[in-house]
């Protein structure tokens, strides 16, 4: 008899988190390595945040919470959907969860039966797929080409769906491209899913405040309110607050589905720690400018990276308009061989050679679901990143 269920047979452990680990490993041997490929502020969590992280320690604030979330955060994420986005939740349609990820677990697993399908545009998030597999759906990739800026096209999406379609998820600004929808381009979106009153939306808005250029990345409901009856809208405190390690996500949903996302919630992790949530409650509703002051220095690492990736043979690397990553095609760089001796036939091949050659750990394209490109980091210090962009070059230089 097998140890482990055959539902584990349909999913694969993280591939951004397996490379990060390695890089770890190989840095902790001793070499001179420089990692690009976790998605994770290298900013510290703001001082105000930590102290109200402190104060609730010395309060007592240290027992359980709701399953759901203290009331105070809930409140606290519903008067800033409202600043935000000019989103009308109340705080009771609301759940907090463990990490964003929770939350998208939560919700597929609380409403997918065996076979109900979920579009998924790619490149797409390593998790999307196998929370769905996992939840016994069937993950629809729809391939969002470069052309398009990888954002999916409206007669794309009316093509992907069938009468098993449950779902849709978009994730804007994109990870891991970066790339985000404007207004007018999620107004198509929307009035193709007007048409289909059987698809749920789960819009992933985790990285919308990380956006340049004056950009901005509007959320679903906000453009088409008459889709907020079957939307759950997710975000986050950990990139915008620079809070991965706190784990607290949240989303806010018609109040029968946040019921059953708290049902699942109360039989699996129970409700977040106490002292991250009253952590939370000062990021969303204490001083904001902080953000401005990430972003910018972001944007600079996005202009420094594009541009000296663009300066390496056979790369070509679009400009994001969100999020910390960029997505350049590798495709000039196939069928090549690599200074150490590796045949570049692979995206996988082409990080797998960069990391042992040069130090520079990133993640293949085909781990997000579109081969030939590669994604990189952007969130690590200036310095770092010349070093690294210099060494990527040098790497593409000596491909023969």
Not at 114 to 137: F, M, T
Not at 296 to 308: K, N
Not at 326 to 331: A, L, R
């Amino acid at each position: 008899m097998d140890l482990t269920a055959a539902r584990l047979d349909r999913i694969s452990p993280s591939q951004t988190i397996a490379i990060s680990t390695k890089a770890r490993a190989l840095k902790a041997a001793g070499k001179d390595i420089i990692s690009l490929s976790a998605g994770e502020p290298d900013f510290d969590t703001p001082d105000t945040i930590k102290q109200a992280a402190i104060r609730a320690i010395e309060a007592g604030e240290t027992k359980y919470t709701d399953v759901a979330g203290t009331p105070a955060l809930r409140r606290a994420i519903a008067e800033r959907f409202r600043a935000d986005s000019g989103l009308d939740y109340t705080w009771d349609e609301v759940i907090v969860s463990n990490g964003g990820k929770q939350i998208i677990y939560n919700a597929m697993v609380a409403t997918i039966n065996p076979g109900d399908e979920a579009i998924i545009p790619a490149p797409c998030w390593v998790s999307y797929p196998d929370i769905v597999s996992l939840a016994e759906g069937t993950p629809v990739i729809v391939p969002c080409s470069a052309e398009n800026g990888f954002k999916l096209q409206p007669a794309e999406l009316e093509a992907a769906i069938t009468p098993r379609t449950k779902w849709l998820l978009l994730n804007s600004p994109n990870n891991p491209t970066g790339a985000a929808y404007s207004a007018e381009e999620m107004r198509g979106l929307c009035d193709v899913l007007l048409r289909h009153p059987q698809v749920w939306i789960l819009t992933d808005d985790i990285y919308n405040k990380l956006v340049y250029d004056g950009f901005r990345a509007p959320t679903v409901v906000e453009v088409e309110p008459r889709l907020r009856d079957r939307t759950v809208t997710m975000n986050g405190v950990s990139k915008a607050y620079a809070m991965t390690g706190w784990r607290i996500g949240y989303s806010a949903a018609p109040v029968q589905l946040t019921r059953a996302m708290n049902k699942l919630q109360s039989q699996s992790t129970s409700g977040p720690g106490s002292i991250s949530q009253a952590a939370a409650v000062e990021a969303l509703t204490g001083p904001q400018d902080f953000i401005a002051t990430m972003v910018a220095t972001y944007q600079a690492r996005r202009d420094l990276v594009v541009g000296m990736l663009n300066g390496a043979k056979g790369l070509h690397c679009a400009v994001p308009e969100g999020a910390f990553y960029v997505f350049p095609s590798m495709v000039g760089c196939m069928g090549k061989t690599s200074a150490g001796g590796t045949l570049i036939d692979t995206d996988e091949a082409f990080v797998t050679a960069l990391l042992d050659e040069e130090g520079v750990a990133a993640v293949h394209g085909s781990a997000f679901m579109f081969a030939g490109h590669f994604r990189i980091s952007y969130a690590t210090d200036t310095e770092s990143l010349k070093e690294a962009c210099l060494r990527i070059q040098r790497f593409c230089a000596a491909l023969r």
